[in-house]
């Protein structure tokens, strides 16, 4: 298990990379993007990987402010949480996803989404409240609310991504059976937790974490995509071969990219970065 | 033959437990960690791997997940199972590896103001250890859920087949072998070094905690050392605690199928015989006979659980009060 500690200062945002929109506009750009992708289904696979990439990044910002407080080892626990919440309400969502259906477009899995923020809502407000659980962490209703719809949104990409379409017997068939949903479901908790877990100390930056977030996507999509690349029942339609090379594709260039930026940044801003050396002598 | 197959399933979960354990050692996920990964924080500058992939239960989960799902699609596509699983398990690895370094470098980064350097060769030289020991435990877990998976295939009984996929067998058992290895043999942040002037090895001052991150026996200590000590008794008593567990969790559901009646009316409907079409014929007319079988099943099943349960209940008991008489607390040099 790992420990949180130290005290949390303000962020320096002069230095190095940095991320320009702030956590607000972050959580609402986002949660546009994918939105309007997920009530999409018939769109191609790296389409809704950008959805998947924003959602998961949401995500993880509000893992990190809801953790920030000294969480410690509830971060993990948290990102578990959200992607659990993920799962029902993506559940919810497809079971609504045969009414309101206008042309392609299926805006019906926003019941899912819908649900999920009211739950996380709720026991954001259990938990903090003095009467209830007490936790006392500022700002736990709104990340608790907001990791909802971040996993919803996250969870029913990934279903759309892998089944082609939000249909339930279809989502179930080809998603859910035959348990490629256990590795959506894992990664996706790493790509909200990890980052925060494993920048965590005095001298963690936003920009750095977030980075951590969109490589762990990069690889969730080498891994759906070869799934749907070997499973596919079509060439080019949606779900079909060449989706899923696509997905493999662009999940390599992304994490190529960011996992490399992220080791640079890293290691131009520890401490320093030496090849060997003997530890400091304590007194 | 059913049997053969549950021992190998359980050698496997001993192999796979040891491994998984050691490698939590190199890691510092496990053996010494909490506090201890954050030395740096209390002035310990330290030359240890710091591999802060949440617990050990969803990391494992993680690697034998994907494992599965890489050694899934190679099954479906007609490799050979004794291909398709090393190369399942060697991506699971892959993913592993990428896990480490983001979490060595990230954490380390993060102690900026506490003067902690990345070594380089620290990282380097730590990743090819933890690689490898994980490399054999997600082998041997993934090996575990294909045989579930097939069991009936395997032992000539198709309705044993397990009713979950490949994929989810993994995650399960990956949660479970890292809880396993989380919660046992974690002998060197105990008694054994640590707390060696406690009595009984409790618990010590926070300030202390990192110092056991900084020197060891010779030389500046690093998680190899570690695992070296870890391998002698920490690993293999944590393999045998997971192996143990799966015979006894076996043993039962075999002992309830084969007293209940639930193997001899399986065989009995395999068979070519008269007595096989009599059996077939039988259950399909009367309903209520598979049905009174598997409720004996279930209920021997659970009654052998039981007594396994509270027989080791007992056992701990007493060897926790004959130990503590007969050795005392410590007593120093």
Redesign the interface.
């Known amino acids: 298990m790992t420990v949180g500690g130290g005290p949390v200062v303000e962020e320096e945002k002069t230095e190095g990379f940095s991320f320009p929109p702030d956590v607000t506009q972050l959580g609402i750009i986002s949660a546009i993007i994918a939105i309007v992708i997920v009530i999409i289904p018939g769109l191609p696979a790296v389409v809704k990987a950008v959805g998947v990439i924003f959602a998961l990044l949401w995500g993880m910002d509000s893992v990190r402010k809801t953790s920030k407080y000294g969480l410690g080892t509830g971060v993990p626990s948290i990102g578990v949480l959200a992607t659990g919440y993920g799962v029902l309400g993506a559940l919810v969502g497809i079971a609504f996803a045969g009414i309101l259906n206008v042309s392609i477009v299926q805006p019906g899995v926003l019941i899912g989404v819908i649900a999920m923020a009211i739950v996380g809502l709720i026991s954001g407000v259990l938990s903090n409240n003095e009467k209830i659980i007490g936790m006392k962490i500022p700002g736990l209703e709104r990340g608790m609310m907001e990791l909802g719809i971040a996993g919803t949104l996250a969870m029913l990409l990934q279903f759309s991504i892998v089944a082609g379409s939000l249909d339930f017997n279809l989502v179930v068939e080809r998603a859910i059976s035959n348990g490629v949903i256990a590795v959506m479901f894992v990664l996706s908790m790493m790509a909200m937790f990890h980052p925060y877990n494993a920048c965590l100390g005095p001298d963690e930056r936003r920009p750095r974490t977030l980075m951590v977030s969109i490589e762990i996507s990069g690889l969730l999509f080498i891994i759906l995509g070869i799934f749907v690349a070997a499973t596919a029942v079509s060439t080019w339609g949606v779900a079909g071969v060449v989706d899923g090379i696509s997905l493999i594709v662009f999940g390599l260039i992304v994490w190529i990219v960011f996992f490399v930026k992220f080791i640079k940044t890293a290691m131009r801003e520890a401490h320093s970065t030496v090849g060997t050396g003997l530890i400091k002598t304590i007194e | 033959m059913l049997f053969a197959w549950m021992l190998l399933i359980v050698f496997l979960a001993l192999i796979a437990c040891m491994f998984e354990d050691l490698e939590s050692d190199i890691g510092s996920q496990s053996n010494p960690?909490?506090?201890v990964?954050?030395a740096a924080?209390i002035?310990?500058?330290?030359?240890f791997f710091n591999k802060?992939?949440?617990?050990e239960a969803?990391s494992y989960?993680?690697y034998c997940?994907?494992a599965?799902?890489?050694a899934?699609?190679l099954l479906?596509?007609d490799v050979n199972p004794l291909l398709a699983i090393p190369i399942g398990a060697l991506a699971g690895e892959a993913?592993h590896v990428?896990?480490s370094?983001?979490?060595h470098?990230?954490?380390?980064?993060?102690?900026?103001?506490?003067?902690?350097?990345?070594?380089?060769?620290v990282l380097y030289g730590h990743l090819l250890p933890i690689a490898t020991h994980g490399f054999m435990a997600t082998l041997c877990i993934t090996a575990i859920a294909y045989i579930q998976c097939n069991l009936g295939t395997l032992s000539g009984m198709p309705a044993l087949d397990h009713p979950?996929?490949?994929?989810?067998?993994?995650?399960i058992w990956g949660i479970t072998v890292g809880a396993i290895g989380?919660s046992t043999g974690d002998i060197h942040y105990g008694a054994e070094r640590e707390f060696q002037d406690r009595p009984f090895g409790e618990g010590k001052r926070v300030v202390y905690h990192g110092k056991i991150t900084?020197y060891a026996d010779c030389g500046?200590r690093t998680q190899k050392d570690i695992a070296y000590f870890c391998a002698k008794y920490g690993g293999p008593i944590t393999g045998f605690t997971f192996g143990l567990i799966i015979l006894f969790e076996s043993w039962r559901s075999l002992i309830g199928m084969m007293l209940g009646g639930y193997l001899p009316l399986q065989e009995a409907m395999a068979s070519d015989t008269l007595l096989g079409t009599v059996a077939r014929v039988a259950t399909e007319l009367i309903p209520a006979i598979p049905a009174a079988i598997g409720d004996l099943t279930a209920i021997i099943g659970i009654v052998v659980g039981l007594a396994i349960g509270i027989v080791l209940i007992v056992g701990n008991v007493v060897i926790v009060k004959w130990a503590r008489k007969r050795y005392g607390p410590f007593v120093g040099e």
């Open positions: 960690n909490s506090q990964q954050l924080q002035g310990q500058v330290n030359r802060a992939i949440s617990g969803p989960a993680l997940t994907i599965g799902v890489v899934y699609v479906l596509k993913i990428i896990f370094v983001t979490a470098v990230g954490r380390t980064a993060a102690q900026k103001r506490f003067e902690q350097p990345i070594y380089l060769d979950f996929a490949l994929p989810l067998l993994g995650f989380s900084r500046v």
